[in-house]
């Protein structure tokens, strides 16, 4: 008999999505400029030279787009609010049209019974704030601040879970290192002063969120990879542990230990951010729970980072498939730090699907990634985890950042020039999974 794995009766089965990627509507309703309008417009910038003007057009379609989290079965819903929408130059004048927007689409997710998970920075800084020095100032955390206690007053009695930012390290070295992402900079010493101030802002927004309601559960949102080494030879073992402190620990060490790790001053050396009387004990205060993102490993010997395995599976992304570094991660990070409740806030693959003759989309790598790392997850939570929810990434097709629309994630497949949705394979199996509260090998 096939082993089933069954989930808590009050497991939270969710999608999520990100404001940028499919809201488009990037300049309607009194919406201000931001970092990723401006990145997107540059020539060059994007893979295939597309925005995020219109994505999926959410804006206008989010009634057609919460049917079909009815129709698979979500329990959450995981999004973002785009800043410039609500604040269009970051604080001062609020968009009261943009407020509404926002206030009708969580009205809805809980009229159908999909508990909301709000993400306020998914990556989106308001392009007035760029303008004025962005995450390299302290201003900016202040800014995000007022924005969050803005959030949390109109939106707070119904919306119980926010999350301050996702995925700071894509922000700070993405944005400020590689230059892939806006606001394209590359600039090293800038960047670690970025990642210290995000974790700033995290703390500021934290203590006005409750400040502005002490009923919100506050979380933020980390990418982590998992280090493993090739074999177990101790140099190879040496490497990955190296690996993993120089590159995972810079975000998880202040939260949830209160300080910077030893690998990131000896890094930075003298361009360590400066760290002002209580930035630390702001950045590390409790939170409610933590989000985790994972789509893949980074495999180690002594000699470095192992770019490709023989015989494995890749995604579109060129990442590995390897559902068990889920678990190893999970238990990782539960050993070594004291954590609040875990969800997982983004899983998923890229794979090059298509719509076949029959009008449906068979995309049978997807289920089958999402599928081994819904058992790896409930592995580790019988080894003593308390991971309390799942985020597929993502709900339907979108912008993917740099790559434009070459890649496709989603569950629900988005003709870009029709905006028609087809649910896929992956989403009809997934609804099965959210019904049952299990997953068959």
Request: net charge negative; proline share 4%; hydrophobic share 40%.
């Amino acid at each position: 008999m096939t082993p089933a794995y069954k989930f808590p009766h009050n497991f939270l089965w969710g999608a999520a999505t990100a404001a940028y990627q499919i809201e488009g509507a990037w300049n309607e309703d009194g919406k201000g400029e931001s970092i990723w309008d401006r990145f997107s417009h540059t020539p060059g910038k994007i893979e295939d030279d597309s925005t995020g003007d219109i994505a999926c057009d959410h804006y206008h379609r989010w009634r057609e787009d919460i049917a079909l989290m009815r129709r698979l079965g979500l329990k959450a819903y995981r999004f973002s609010t785009a800043w410039t929408r609500v604040l269009p130059t970051g604080r001062g004048r609020v968009n009261p049209k943009g407020l509404d927007f926002y206030d009708r689409l969580v009205d809805a997710l809980c009229a159908a019974n999909i508990e909301p998970f709000l993400t306020l920075y998914h990556w989106d800084l308001p392009q007035a704030l760029q303008d004025e020095g962005g995450w390299a100032s302290r201003h900016t955390c202040h800014a995000f601040a007022d924005y969050a206690a803005l959030m949390v007053k109109r939106l707070g009695d119904r919306v119980k879970f926010w999350t301050t930012f996702n995925e700071p390290g894509v922000v700070a070295f993405d944005g400020h290192l590689a230059g892939e992402h806006a606001p394209g900079l590359q600039d090293a010493a800038l960047t670690y002063h970025v990642a210290h101030h995000l974790l700033v802002a995290h703390g500021l927004a934290t203590q006005a969120m409750r400040a502005a309601n002490p009923s919100v559960n506050a979380g933020i949102v980390l990418n982590l990879w998992m280090a493993d080494a090739v074999s177990e030879d101790s140099a190879d073992v040496a490497a990955a542990h190296a690996a993993w402190e120089r590159s995972e620990t810079l975000f998880l060490d202040p939260l949830f230990k209160g300080h910077y790790p030893n690998a990131a001053y000896e890094l930075v050396g003298e361009s360590m951010p400066k760290i002002q009387d209580g930035d630390l004990a702001l950045i590390a205060q409790e939170l409610d729970y933590v989000g985790i993102n994972f789509y893949s490993r980074n495999l180690y010997n002594a000699q470095g980072h192992i770019d490709h395995v023989e015989g494995a599976e890749y995604t579109e992304m060129g990442w590995e498939v390897c559902a068990p570094a889920l678990r190893r991660l999970l238990n990782k990070i539960h050993r070594e730090y004291r954590l609040p409740p875990i969800y997982i806030t983004e899983n998923g693959a890229a794979f090059n699907d298509e719509v076949s003759a029959d009008g449906k989309v068979h995309d049978p790598r997807r289920l089958d990634y999402l599928k081994n790392h819904f058992i790896q997850t409930r592995l580790a939570m019988q080894d003593g985890v308390d991971v309390r929810g799942y985020f597929v990434w993502s709900l339907m097709d979108n912008f993917e950042w740099a790559h434009g629309y070459t890649k496709r994630f989603g569950l629900i497949r988005v003709e870009y020039e029709t905006q028609k949705r087809t649910l896929k394979d992956s989403g009809e199996w997934y609804a099965e999974v959210i019904r049952k509260n299990e997953v068959s090998e």
